[in-house]
């Protein structure tokens, strides 16, 4: 039979000490176990925040209203003709090789230079930030391809809005493909240190086909962004520690 304790208030029953040491196990181990799963989930993760959409401004081309087939110059500020501005986006180029396509009904950024760039400001540059840019891309036309197109991510001054702002520019990421195939998602992390600055996309075309002809001449569309929150290193080596800190506990009164 259980023996009776006097309490601060009143008479109660006590509880054996191996049950309350049963119970105190119970506890360390639940909550060992919690932490230690939940910090496997974060490492399996690779600590990594569920990934949030970064608005692209006329991410597919299609503010400007084109018949099928027509293709429209661009230039840096509008001029009489065909010329034309790329609505949120800002093209650096030195020619008339860059526009407007509208093929079948789907539209396109257009290149058929290496002079040319489209690029778009997205906003501050964030500190411990996973990036993942994605865009399609194709050749233009039939016999088009085999030049080299880039897609990058490029840290600019605050509201870039200049070809000298672009063009001094760090490149943060950037991968070249083959004009004709599809570039593969760009990813960038930031530090938990950066300097101030906006993130850029960028896209162009880099290099000519190796054939003096046909021209390379490229197509981009459906530009899209996601950032992730990152934990910095020092956070998940505290969880790490935390759980290893209960179960050695657990493990020392289980041994008194």
């Known amino acids: 039979?259980?023996?009776?304790?006097?309490?601060?208030?009143?008479?109660?029953?006590?509880?054996?000490?191996?049950?309350?040491?049963?119970?105190?196990?119970?506890g360390l181990g639940a909550a060992a176990l919690g932490m230690a799963a939940f910090g496997a989930g974060v490492l399996a993760s690779n600590g990594v925040a569920p990934a949030t959409v970064i608005p692209v401004a006329n991410y597919n081309f299609a503010s400007v209203s084109l018949r099928t087939n027509t293709y429209q110059y661009v230039k840096t500020s509008p001029t009489p003709g065909d010329d034309t501005l790329i609505t949120n986006w800002g093209v650096a180029s030195s020619g008339y090789f860059a526009g407007l396509q509208n093929d079948s009904g789907t539209q396109y950024a257009f290149s058929?230079?290496?002079?040319?760039?489209?690029y778009q400001d997205v906003g501050p540059l964030l500190a411990n930030?996973?990036?993942?840019?994605?865009?399609s891309s194709s050749a233009a036309y039939s016999g088009s391809g085999g030049g080299t197109a880039q897609i990058a991510l490029v840290e600019t001054a605050t509201d870039s809005n200049t070809t000298t702002q672009v063009a001094t520019g760090t490149t943060l990421a950037s991968e070249n493909f083959t004009?004709?195939?599809?570039?593969?998602?760009?990813?960038?992390?930031?530090l938990?240190?950066?300097?101030?600055?906006?993130?850029?996309?960028?896209?162009?075309?880099?290099?000519?086909?190796?054939?003096?002809?046909?021209?390379?001449?490229?197509?981009?569309?459906?530009?899209?962004?996601t950032s992730s929150a990152v934990p910095e290193p020092a956070s998940l080596g505290l969880l790490a520690i935390s759980g290893l800190g209960l179960l050695l506990v657990g493990r020392k009164r289980k041994l008194a």
């Open 179 to 190: 004009v004709g195939n599809e570039p593969a998602p760009l990813t960038y992390t930031t």
């Open 129 to 135: 930030t996973l990036y993942t840019l994605t865009v």
């Open 192 to 225: 938990a240190t950066i300097s101030p600055g906006d993130l850029t996309i960028e896209l162009s075309q880099i290099a000519d086909h190796p054939a003096s002809s046909p021209n390379s001449e490229v197509f981009f569309t459906n530009v899209g962004l």
């Open 1 to 26: 039979m259980n023996a009776l304790i006097s309490t601060s208030g009143g008479t109660g029953m006590a509880q054996p000490k191996s049950s309350a040491r049963m119970a105190g196990k119970l």
């Open 112 to 118: 058929a230079t290496t002079s040319a760039v489209f």
